[in-house]
Nanobody
Framework: QVQLVESGGGLVQPGGSLRLSCAAS????????MGWYRQAPGKERELVAT???????????YVADSVRGRFTISRDNAASTVYLQMNSLKPEDTAVYYC???????????WGHGTQVTVSS
């Protein structure tokens, strides 16, 4: 059973930046890919971005329209970590952000416990 641990959330002003990290308890190459999801109060969990983490697949990476150009997903296989760089944050980005891992297209076999991101002045 893999463990995924998110970190890097917090309170930031509109226009600010945060970098979220998701550390896996085993090599992320053992998954086909990983994703970041978010859930705002009273709303359903939504997909933010995905990235492949194994050479066993060439499935396309994905970034939601709502964050494209502001958020970037990346990975460091040696560190077994996936990142979400979030720039130009808006109040509507406020949510609990969750990391996931598994098979394409949604990579939802395993989940972390989430990290809170609050964008407010």
């Amino acid at each position: 059973q893999v463990q995924l641990v998110e970190s890097g959330g917090g309170l930031v002003q509109p226009g600010g930046s945060l970098r979220l990290s998701c550390a896996a308890s085993r090599s992320i190459s053992s998954f086909l890919g990983m994703g970041w999801y978010r859930q705002a109060p009273g709303k359903e969990r939504e997909l933010v971005a995905t990235i492949t983490t194994s050479e066993r697949t060439n499935y396309a990476n994905y970034v939601a329209d709502s964050v494209r150009g502001r958020f970037t997903i990346s990975r460091d296989n040696a560190a077994s970590t996936v990142y979400l760089q979030m720039n130009s944050l808006k109040p509507e980005d406020t949510a609990v952000y969750y990391c996931s891992a598994g098979d394409p297209p949604y990579y939802t076999s395993a989940w972390g416990h989430g990290t809170q991101v609050t964008v407010s002045s």
